[in-house]
């Protein structure tokens, strides 16, 4: 299911193994708005629509691909049965949504020829949080992987605090950690649901309610690698207006990048 991915991602139980790290109480606002654009650029933008329901509609993605200033384009469709998402469809391929307990359970993907690639299995826990997503792959990838393993930790305000990234090659083998990712420096504003990602689009599951000020890659060896840091500017209701994104913690220098937010 990683085709479809837009952006940018508790194990055998979840967050209560975690400890907790304190962060602002978030001041929700009375205004709910749904996020119309994030643009960085004349050519670089996510845009977003939705049904009546505020269920979304369609995600389309531009960005700059080559040197040549080359633009390479991306949407999303998303099917829904009574609120519940079933389908989501791409130019080279679809997913389709099974649910447990009115829970989604299993996500299964498919290529443009029908061909069943993936199958993704969730665990959720009793405050609707995602937890864990293990995904098998039919036909191993390219390097070899046949499943991986992904498990999600908050915080109690209810933000994301830590993703592990796992893999195996074999059903029967151990899963091996890759890396992880920490969360830190969250504000007390208001995070856009659509934006954050699992490497899935589920909809009614919030991974942040607010927004991280940094995240720190670090690898299985426990090194501290790529540091993601951001700094943001808000309307006078809560929402983020403008976010620039600093890259920190590599071998060259990155120029930092600024998103622009604007709402319907």
Same mark, same amino acid.
């Given at each position: 299911?990683?085709?479809?991915?837009?952006?940018?991602?508790?194990?055998?139980?979840?967050?209560?193994?975690?400890?907790?790290?304190?962060?602002?109480? %978030?001041?929700?606002?009375?205004?709910?708005?749904?996020?119309?654009?994030?643009?960085?650029?004349?050519? @670089?933008?996510?845009?977003?629509?939705?049904?009546?329901?505020?269920?979304?509609?369609?995600?389309?993605?531009?960005?700059? %691909?080559?040197?040549?200033?080359?633009?390479?384009?991306?949407?999303?469709?998303?099917?829904? @049965?009574?609120?519940?998402?079933?389908?989501?469809?791409?130019?080279?391929?679809?997913?389709?949504?099974?649910?447990? @307990?009115?829970?989604?359970?299993?996500?299964? %993907?498919?290529?443009?020829?029908?061909?069943?690639?993936?199958?993704?299995?969730?665990?959720?826990?009793?405050?609707?949080?995602?937890?864990?997503?293990?995904?098998?792959?039919?036909?191993?990838?390219? !390097?070899?992987?046949?499943?991986?393993?992904?498990?999600?930790?908050?915080?109690?305000?209810?933000?994301?605090?830590?993703?592990?990234?796992?893999?195996?090659?074999?059903?029967?083998?151990?899963?091996?950690?890759?890396?992880?990712?920490?969360?830190?420096?969250?504000? !007390?504003?208001?995070?856009?649901?659509?934006?954050? %990602?699992?490497?899935?689009?589920?909809?009614?599951?919030?991974?942040?309610?607010?927004?991280?000020?940094?995240?720190?890659?670090?690898?299985?060896?426990?090194?501290?690698?790529?540091? @993601?840091?951001?700094?943001?500017?808000?309307?006078?209701?809560?929402?983020?207006?403008?976010?620039?994104?600093?890259?920190? !913690?590599?071998?060259?220098?990155?120029?930092?990048?600024?998103?622009?937010?604007?709402?319907?």
């Amino acid at each position: 299911m990683k085709y479809v991915l837009w952006l940018l991602i508790a194990g055998i139980t979840v967050a209560s193994c975690s400890k907790p790290i304190d962060a602002p109480i %978030s001041n929700l606002p009375v205004i709910v708005k749904k996020i119309k654009e994030i643009r960085n650029s004349p050519n @670089d933008f996510r845009a977003y629509t939705f049904h009546n329901d505020g269920s979304l509609q369609q995600y389309a993605s531009q960005f700059t %691909s080559r040197t040549d200033g080359a633009v390479s384009q991306y949407s999303l469709t998303f099917q829904y @049965d009574q609120k519940r998402l079933v389908k989501m469809q791409a130019v080279n391929g679809y997913s389709l949504y099974y649910y447990k @307990d009115g829970k989604p359970h299993t996500i299964q %993907s498919y290529n443009q020829n029908n061909g069943l690639f993936a199958t993704s299995f969730l665990t959720i826990n009793t405050k609707n949080q995602i937890t864990e997503i293990v995904e098998q792959f039919k036909i191993p990838m390219s !390097n070899d992987l046949g499943e991986t393993k992904t498990l999600f930790f908050y915080n109690l305000q209810g933000n994301l605090v830590r993703r592990e990234h796992y893999a195996r090659q074999n059903l029967n083998d151990p899963f091996e950690l890759h890396y992880k990712q920490l969360y830190e420096d969250y504000d !007390n504003k208001v995070a856009v649901p659509e934006e954050v %990602s699992t490497d899935y689009f589920l909809p009614g599951f919030v991974l942040m309610k607010n927004n991280p000020g940094k995240i720190i890659n670090v690898d299985n060896m426990g090194i501290a690698g790529r540091i @993601d840091r951001f700094e943001y500017t808000y309307d006078s209701d809560g929402y983020v207006l403008t976010k620039k994104h600093f890259v920190e !913690n590599m071998p060259n220098p990155i120029i930092p990048i600024t998103f622009s937010y604007t709402y319907w």
